[in-house]
């Protein structure tokens, strides 16, 4: 079997690094890529057998030298656009200004990370970009929710995937619904009472059970799927 290489970015979130987890574990060759030094020297003493790279400035040339010499010259099958899991209300609250600033950054850095990768992809001719999303109405049941980003990758998603469709690269995105967060008894209760909007007894999936769904994105017949966005939803309509 040809080893598979896998890109996942914010390697900092516990949701991106369960994912790299879950693949690695099916046999596929991951990556995490890190934006904070600390997390992800402590990420690697934690799991050493794990692929950490770490930047500090996503800027084309560096990213090329830094991928370049972690893959060893290896081409990405996948690009997993990691989960920022940002609270955007919370940062709204703070300052909306760099509530603003945090999206104009991130969207930037998923434009070059995307740029540099799709780049190698384009010429074989074969290649998967995948954004894993979580549902922006959990923010009534109490959920961090991303409306703002989620929308505008949805946006760039779907533009992506009529541009490099011709190329026979896949670009699609994943929706979660509510989930697990590592409650407590009283804490998960409590929980499963403010997602009965959205369905009746309501089972609270974790992180872990939610992720295997990528693998239809990944190793299922996505040749015929560009521009989706998939809804894992525990039983819930998750449309964004």
Known sequence: MTTKYVLITNGEEKVNQLIASHFENKGY???LLFYDKKACEHYAVLNPNQKSIYIKSVEEHAL?????????????????????????????DQDPLKLNQIIVDTLNRIFVVSKVVVGQMVKPKKGKVIFPLFYDPLYYAGYPSSPILNQAKLSLMKCMSRELGAFKLNVNAMTFGYYNNEFE???KKSMKNKVEIFSLK???PTLEEYIPALGM??????????????HVGAGIETGI
């Open 64 to 92: 090329q030298e830094k991928l370049l010499e972690a893959l060893q010259g290896n081409p990405i099958d996948t690009l997993i656009h990691g989960n920022e899991m940002l609270n955007e209300e919370s940062l709204f």
């Open 29 to 31: 060759q991951c990556f």
């Open 185 to 187: 008894k009283v804490e």
């Open 202 to 204: 309501p089972k609270l």
């Open 217 to 230: 994105l990944i190793e299922g017949p996505t040749e015929l799927m560009g521009g989706e966005n998939v």
